[in-house]
Nanobody, 121 residues
Framework: VQLQASGGGLVQAGGSLRLSCAFSGRAFSDYVMGWFRQAPGKEREFVTAISWSGSNTYYADSVKGRFTISRDNAKNTVYLQMNSLKAEDTAVYYC???????????????WGQGTQVTVSS
């Protein structure tokens, strides 16, 4: 399995970014997809996840109401729409794939390479 994340960049506080993660190598719809992030000097943390069909989504409290995860199973791609960005959202964002719904990084089988998101205040 390969995951290729893209869409990161530099944005001002209050702005928006949309991350994408392209999945290949296995049946995309067999996997729960998640996004994690890691800021300098901090542990990797759960951001959001979406179930196999996209009918259920899960968010960390810190991003609830600002971030939206979605997936297109026909395109083997998961998205993360990030609105109202804050300086504390600055981190490397990783997409990941798991066989079940889980909010801990150890439960994910495959990881993308990460994409940097920097929010200037």
């Amino acid at each position: 399995v390969q995951l290729q994340a893209s869409g990161g960049g530099l944005v001002q506080a209050g702005g928006s970014l949309r991350l994408s993660c392209a999945f290949s190598g296995r049946a995309f719809s067999d996997y729960v997809m998640g996004w994690f992030r890691q800021a300098p000097g901090k542990e990797r943390e759960f951001v959001t996840a979406i179930s196999w069909s996209g009918s259920n989504t899960y968010y960390a409290d810190s991003v609830k109401g600002r971030f939206t995860i979605s997936r297109d199973n026909a395109k083997n791609t998961v998205y993360l729409q990030m609105n109202s960005l804050k300086a504390e959202d600055t981190a490397v964002y990783y997409c990941a794939a798991a066989k079940r719904v889980i909010f801990r990084s150890v439960g994910y089988d495959y990881w993308g390479q990460g994409t940097q998101v920097t929010v200037s205040s």
